[in-house]
C-alpha cells in the first residue's frame, strides 16, 4: 500500500503493534524502520535497536492478514480463477516456501 507523506502510514502501521518504541521527531522513518525490524547498519544502535520483533509473524497472525487474504482471494475470484491452498477463514495460506497456483481465465 501508500506509505503516506513521509512514510507516516507506515510508521502507524509498525507502532501500532504493542511495544514498539515511536520514531522520534526528525528522524528519517526509513532508517527507524530499518532499526524497528532489525535490519539495516543500525539495527545495533540506534533509537529503536532494544525493540527488535519478529513482525513477519506479527502480521502473519494479525486481523490485516486476513483482510487481505479474504479480499486477495475475492479478486481472483472476480476474474474467474482459483485460489488454490486456500482453507476457511484463512484466505491464501501455505507453507514457507510452497508456491502457491493462481489460475485466471479471462483476463485480457
Given amino acids: 500500500g501508500e506509505l503516506g507523506r513521509n512514510s507516516r502510514?507506515?510508521?502507524d502501521y509498525l507502532e501500532a503493534?504493542?511495544?514498539?518504541?515511536?520514531?522520534p521527531n526528525n528522524y528519517n522513518p526509513a532508517t527507524w524502520m530499518l532499526e524497528v525490524i532489525g535490519a539495516g547498519?543500525?539495527?545495533?544502535?540506534?533509537?529503536?535497536?532494544a525493540d527488535v520483533k519478529d513482525f513477519a509473524a506479527v502480521y502473519k497472525?494479525?486481523?490485516l492478514r486476513a483482510r487481505?487474504?479474504?479480499e486477495l482471494v475475492q479478486l481472483i475470484r472476480g476474474f474467474g480463477g482459483q485460489a488454490e491452498g486456500t482453507?476457511?477463514?484463512?484466505?491464501i495460506t501455505g507453507a514457507p516456501g510452497q508456491r502457491l497456483e493462481v489460475r485466471a481465465s479471462g483476463i485480457a
Avoid: F, M
Fill in 17 to 23: 503493534v504493542p511495544g514498539t518504541k515511536p520514531c
Fill in 9 to 11: 502510514n507506515l510508521v
Fill in 41 to 49: 547498519t543500525g539495527a545495533s544502535s540506534g533509537p529503536a535497536a
Fill in 87 to 91: 482453507d476457511t477463514g484463512a484466505g
Fill in 68 to 70: 487481505n487474504d479474504a
Fill in 61 to 63: 497472525d494479525s486481523d
